[in-house]
């Protein structure tokens, strides 16, 4: 075993337990805001050392630049998302609505 | 046992588990979102037998677009149903529907096991004929030369799903605006995310259909990936979806399918319908792909927004 198997073998283990804390989380926290916190922190850090890990063994830059992006572009969905459900799952007062919405 | 099969067979296992609890559920929204899982599943497993056309074309229609259809659809539903639960009619047709389906997903399976696991189907006579065909890609030789009429069809069947969806709206709102209005902030994080994905998107939708001549890819991949970023831009408040009565978009909806048809009647005069001469079939395969692109994206685009259902923006 060389050392980068072991720098892929560590990042990637690494990143599952952040997938399955993030799981644990989504099934045993109490309510929507914690669940969607321990779901988002934990998938982007989680696919991010998966990716880590897997970079030293893609042969070329551009692979590994893919997949940097890749993580990149999920890291701003999974934010993205999870702004938008955190927001619909707020009561109504705490909303906040600046006039220039255009309601 | 091979990490390999271990991993096949937990794929299978999974697909099968998340396809029951679609069809078992007793909560609407909880079998769509099965259903969804199920159709990723489903991709990775046509990725696993290196099938990439098929598994893009899984993951971006079967599982996204449908899903967000079937979600759609459910929110529609829960708008204007009432409330009452189905009686002993509603049984019936569940009973009967849940026997054709076994039927027909008995016959499916039927027909893959009686299948020659050795033998090799169609493939040495699509790589006898891939030289005459103008794309190295041989789904995209199947799909846009050998048996382009299939792909014609479909293209036209979406047009005329989309009528029919278009055919849901009150008289009032006819030839009005796509769905209903959207509530983004314009300095909120959909905004944003709005205006940071739309190069990416635009870029790996071009490639899609590019690529697709040679390597996995096409119109339906690559316009599925357009519709999906027009929708967000629209949803981020960024643009308005145009009117249906908007003829820029009617021509962009028809112009695809209606190519596709002129180049087979040219085909036709020539001899057969769809029939594409070798040393024109590339040029002549990446223009219609061009074109159902453009056509296939603002279908599934205009799919999902519904039906016209307000006349002011």
Known sequence: MTPIDLYTLAMIAAGAFFFFAGTLGLLRFPDLHSRLHALTKADNLGLGLIVLGLLPRMGDVATMLKMLLVWVLVVGAAATVAQLIARIALPGHLRSRPKDDGR | ?313
């Open chain 2, 1 to 313: 046992m091979t990490p390999a099969l271990v991993f096949d067979g937990l794929l299978a296992l999974l697909a099968v588990a998340a396809a029951m609890a679609a069809i078992g559920g007793r909560d609407l929204f909880g079998s769509v979102a099965f259903f969804i899982v199920y159709g990723l599943l489903i991709a990775i497993a046509w990725v696993r037998l290196d099938a990439i056309d098929v598994a893009l074309a899984e993951a971006a229609i079967g599982a996204g677009l449908t899903g967000i259809l079937l979600i759609s659809a459910l929110a529609r539903v829960e708008r204007t149903a009432s409330s009452g639960e189905s009686g002993e009619g509603g049984r019936l047709a569940k009973i009967a529907a849940a026997l054709l389906c076994a039927g027909v997903a008995g016959a499916l399976a039927w027909a893959a096991l009686a299948l020659d696991p050795q033998g090799a189907g169609l493939t040495p006579l699509i790589s006898e004929a891939l030289p005459q065909a103008g794309v190295g890609n041989p789904v995209t030789a199947v799909l846009l030369n050998f048996r382009a009429y299939d792909t014609l069809l479909e293209s036209i069947v979406l047009l005329f799903a989309l009528v029919a969806v278009w055919s849901l709206a009150d008289d009032g709102n006819w030839g009005g605006l796509p769905g209903l209005r959207q509530h983004a902030r314009s300095d909120g994080v959909l905004a944003t995310f709005g205006r940071l994905l739309p190069p990416f998107g635009l870029v790996v939708a071009v490639y899609l259909v590019w690529a697709g001549s040679e390597n996995p890819g096409g119109a339906f991949q690559g316009g599925t990936v357009l519709a999906a970023i027009w929708l967000l831009v629209a949803m981020a408040g960024i643009t308005e979806l145009p009117r249906v009565s908007s003829l820029p978009l009617r021509a962009a909806l028809v112009f695809g399918p209606a190519f596709f048809l002129a180049v087979g009647a040219i085909g036709a005069l020539a001899g057969t319908f769809l029939g594409l001469a070798p040393a024109a079939a590339k040029a002549i395969i990446l223009a219609v792909e061009a074109g159902l692109t453009l056509s296939i994206a603002a279908t599934l685009a205009l799919l999902v927004a519904g039906s016209p259902q307000r006349t002011q923006g």
